[in-house]
């Protein structure tokens, strides 16, 4: 673990804390606050220690729909924090400078999204992150780093690996928690189960991969269009609508997943039915009634009964991506009752920003742990190290 909060002495200090608050917008705001309220205990508990706190984030990428100011998330943490937070439109010029340096303790500013200027959305090695201009205008105004960011932590840009190369850095309680959870999986009550489903085939097949290489998985669910792919590649006609959602997310899935049957067939479970919409309706076909003209949109209740049998015999359940459409009602069962099962493992944990978002909308409640990570996660759950990570423990 590298250093944490509990090493860092906050009175009085200008502290700049990387925290991921990237939401989705709606119109004039946010359309979604849970990556603010994530960051709400460390950002409080600094100011609370009598820090100032130069709060850093991203939102949207250049070019993209969601690339805006941070005046709306400002506001927002302002809302939620005791704590005073301002709004400055500047991330390293001499208004943000000044911005910090009049920083009362006990209160906090939040900084322009890194991600308008241009090296904040390249990749650095450390030192050379260190010598972009964001940090190496801001850092001299600061005196310590906190990165709880633990959402970006597998970008290896400035604001995420170049601070720690420039001052004392350290872990926030959003970072040292995933940490503690994904980071130890090894660790957690065994037999550990997955189920990965969601449209992220290909992420989802190197997870599956490198669990079940590592000897991290008993039990891998394959759900979703994750669990298409698996069912194509074990030789299971499930109709061309159902195969061209496959191939539209990637097109070397199906040949992954057949190695990957081939390698580990006893661990690997796929499904054995699918929902699909038909009139109107949810109809469940058995895999010996497909091909379907319809494409697959949930698994089925005989798969829901195999999967839940072994979800509530876990140790660990480990979730990757909805089972199905659940933003449909018609399809959201599979998600709802699987995720259910999960809570009744010992040890329950959600990986992945479509999880999340499926468990919100779905308002299932009970997981010991919910990543607020998205890609950092499932680098994470795939072993692979996250250069934020590594740059705090330099
Ligand atoms: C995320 O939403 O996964 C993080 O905020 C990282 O965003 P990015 O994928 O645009 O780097």
Redesign the pocket.
Known sequence: MPRTLDDLDADGSALGVRV?I?SPLAEGGLADDARLRAHVDTLEELCRRGARVAVLA?QG?PGGGEFTDLSAHAARLDDLLVAPVAYCDATFTAAARAAVADLDPGSAVLLENTRFYAEEYMEFEPAAAAETYLVDRLAPALDAYVNDAF??AH?AQPSIVGFPAALPAYAGRVMERELEVLGNIAESPEPRVYVLGGAKVDDSIDVARSVLERGLADAVLTAGIVGNAFLLADGVSLGAASAGVVNERSHGAVKAAGDLLDDFSHRLYLPRDVAVERDGDRVEVDLGGLPAAEPAMDVGARTLAAYADILEDAGTAILNGPPGVFEDERFEVGTRELYQAATRAETSVGGG?DTAAAMRALGIEGFDHVST????ALRMLSGEPLPGVEALRA
């Open positions: 991921d990237n991203h990428r959402a970006t970008r920003g990570g998205g890609g950092a």
